[in-house]
């Protein structure tokens, strides 16, 4: 149960950390999107553009992550007979791959919703009144 916990705050974190990316970047993207929107750029592609942009990067660490997790527990798992005086009950254990694909799963559904939020908030923010001002 605690790990599962824990494995909620993380996925919690990672589209905290996303969403927060996304706004620190918001308006330099903004002042680029209003210029978009000036020459003609329609609103639901410039939201797909950023969703795709934030999926793949997302996704990309998704996959990365859970090919790493998976690798270590089955490096950790093949060490542990020797630390445990060579029992072989432990052998048992292994990579539970459908919880492992269902926790990346969620992990990317979750990435698909704050990107989704993302995307949506800094297109909302480009305002073609941003190209008047001086880019920071």
């Known amino acids: 149960v605690l790990s599962l916990v824990a494995a909620v705050a993380a996925l919690l974190a990672g589209g905290g950390a996303l969403l ?17 929107r000036l020459l003609g750029a329609r609103r639901s592609s410039l939201v797909a553009a950023g969703r795709v942009e934030q999926l793949v990067l997302v996704l990309l660490g998704v ?9 270590a527990t089955w490096l950790v ?11 072989e009950a432990i052998r048992e254990y292994g990579v539970r791959w459908p ?9 990317a559904l979750v ?26």
Do not use: C, K
């Open 20 to 36: 927060a990316s996304t706004y620190l970047g918001g308006r330099r993207r903004a002042y680029e999107l209003a210029a978009a």
């Open 63 to 71: 996959v990365v992550g859970a090919a790493t997790g998976a690798a």
């Open 77 to 87: 798992l093949d060490a542990l007979p020797a630390v445990t005086g060579g029992s």
């Open 99 to 107: 919880l492992l694909l269902a926790v990346a799963g969620t992990a």
């Open 111 to 136: 990435a698909a919703a704050f990107s989704e939020l993302g995307a949506r908030r800094v297109v909302a923010a480009a305002d073609t009144s941003l190209l008047r001002q001086v880019q920071a």
